[in-house]
């Protein structure tokens, strides 16, 4: 019943711009801290970003200052807007949503983001 659907990923070059978004359904939203990971080939997946329900966010250092993460309660949606986008941010980008009191969390299937010229 739980889904996280992500959106938004693309092949772009360097230098440029994509917004992912990630739809949830089947939790209470605002409850839920919502980050961003991500999967490059060959690597573990790693934690980009996430915004708490007091909306505090964290990013991790090799994209701090280029990319934001928001997220919209009323829509049920985190973004995150990435920007200056270099080849080392490909990767296979996936949503999390974790309820803190208990550390139960969901996970989406993920959306391709590819940088290259």
């Known amino acids: 019943q739980v889904q996280l659907v992500e959106s938004g990923g693309g092949l772009v070059q360097p230098g440029g711009s994509l917004r992912l978004s990630c739809a949830a359904s089947?939790?209470?939203?605002?409850?839920?801290?919502m980050g961003w990971y991500r999967q490059a080939p060959g690597k573990q997946r790693e934690l980009v970003a996430h915004?708490?329900?007091?909306?505090?966010?964290n990013y991790a250092d090799s994209v701090k200052g280029r990319f934001t993460i928001s997220r919209d309660n009323a829509k049920t949606t985190v973004y995150l807007q990435m920007n200056s986008l270099k080849p080392e941010d490909t990767a296979v980008y996936y949503c999390?949503?974790?309820?803190?009191?208990?550390?139960?969390?969901?996970w989406g299937r993920g959306t391709q983001v590819t940088v290259s010229s």
């Open positions: 999390n949503a974790l309820f803190p009191t208990t550390g139960r969390d969901f």
């Open positions: 089947g939790i209470i939203f605002s409850s839920y801290t």
């Open positions: 915004i708490t329900s007091l909306r505090d966010t």
